[in-house]
């Protein structure tokens, strides 16, 4: 049976993808090769890999803006490092409100000095902090929209004067936002648009070349997109599985498209946390991620029978991570309303039997 997934990463992605990717392995545009096989400097995967870039800047609408697409390896992990490396010369603002941000703030102390704008931590990040001051004179603002372990997204972000970072990790491609107001975003592929092995980095070619530092090659915005990220051999078949993911994306209406649903899915479930007896919500209201509900039982001593409820009904991937406990249910695009409707016909039904 399948399962309805709810995993927070890597997880659920359109099943179409699955398809096509699955028959791309035994062969590939009917090459009589797998994708798993052919050269990335043949032209079937240039082709794989500049229209993965170009479907990019036109779902973000970021077309003839100066914006470089690039798919790297390291994960967002490796992003904590490289935003730093190619752009802290003096000092640098960060928004520490999840384990994410943190991580950020721990790898970019290495390279200069970092000034936390703005913190929850004092509350187990379960808001996002607002009210902050901006200083002046930041080399750039480090931000996460989507906090997928808390369960907290940035509704509306900081308008500054210095470059503009975001950890998109989690909801990139999920709803609506002038996306021109960041100076550079990256994701780690597994959580909204492919497997893991590949991280998105779209950036603003002229924030770039500004830092005294030597930078190793690999680790320099400017040498990948040099080489339109095949300075190395790339993850073929994460960026083509993203890429597969992206125009499912298109053909769906885009980024407002999926937008709406998201909305329903969340709106869906964050009620039935409200409204039923027996469970209680994690985050703030008002601060809400439309990808990762957390949640937990009023009533811990119905975690058996709730866990034997949801499981029995093909749910996956609903554990809370362990620094908040109880549940987590993660809606990322490719999750459907009638995945949501599911696991809320549990929740009630663990209310009418409780
Ligand atoms: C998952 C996640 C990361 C870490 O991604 P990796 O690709 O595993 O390094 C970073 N930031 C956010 C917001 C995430 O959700």
Known sequence: MKKHNFSAGPCILPQDVFKEASQSILDFNDSGLSILEISHRSKDFVDVMDEARSLVLELLNLEGKGYKVLYLQGGASMQFLMTAYNLLENKAGYFNTGTWSAKAIKEASAFGEVIEVASSKDANYNYIPKGYKIP???????????????????????KVDSPLICDM?????????????????????????????????????????????????????????????????????????????????????????????????????????????????FAATED???????????????????????????????????????????????????????????????????
């Open 136 to 158: 002046k004179g930041l080399d750039y603002l480090h931000c996460t929209s989507n906090n997928t372990i808390f369960g907290t997204q940035m509704k509306e972000f900081p």
């Open 169 to 281: 990790s989690s909801d990139i491609f999920s709803r609506q936002l002038d996306f021109s107001k960041f100076d550079l975003i990256y994701a780690g592929a597994q959580k909204n648009m492919g497997p893991a092995g590949t991280t998105l980095v779209v950036v603003k070619e002229d924030i770039l070349g500004k830092v005294s530092r030597q930078i190793p090659s690999m680790l320099d915005y400017q040498v990948h997109i040099s080489k339109s990220s095949m300075f190395n051999t790339p993850p073929a078949f994460a960026v083509y599985t993203s890429m597969l993911t992206l125009r499912w994306l298109k053909k769906l209406g885009g980024i407002s498209a999926i937008e709406k649903l998201n909305e329903k899915k969340a709106t869906l479930l964050y009620s039935e946390i409200d409204l039923n007896p027996l469970f209680k919500g």
């Open 288 to 354: 809400r991620s439309h990808m990762n509900a957390t949640f937990s039982l009023v009533n811990e001593d119905l975690k058996e029978t709730f866990d034997a409820m949801w499981q029995e009904h093909g749910i996956n991937g609903l554990n809370g991570h362990r620094s908040v406990g109880g549940y987590r249910a993660s809606m990322y695009n490719a999750m459907t309303i009638e995945g949501i409707a599911v696991l809320v016909d549990v929740m009630s039904d663990l209310e009418r039997k409780a």
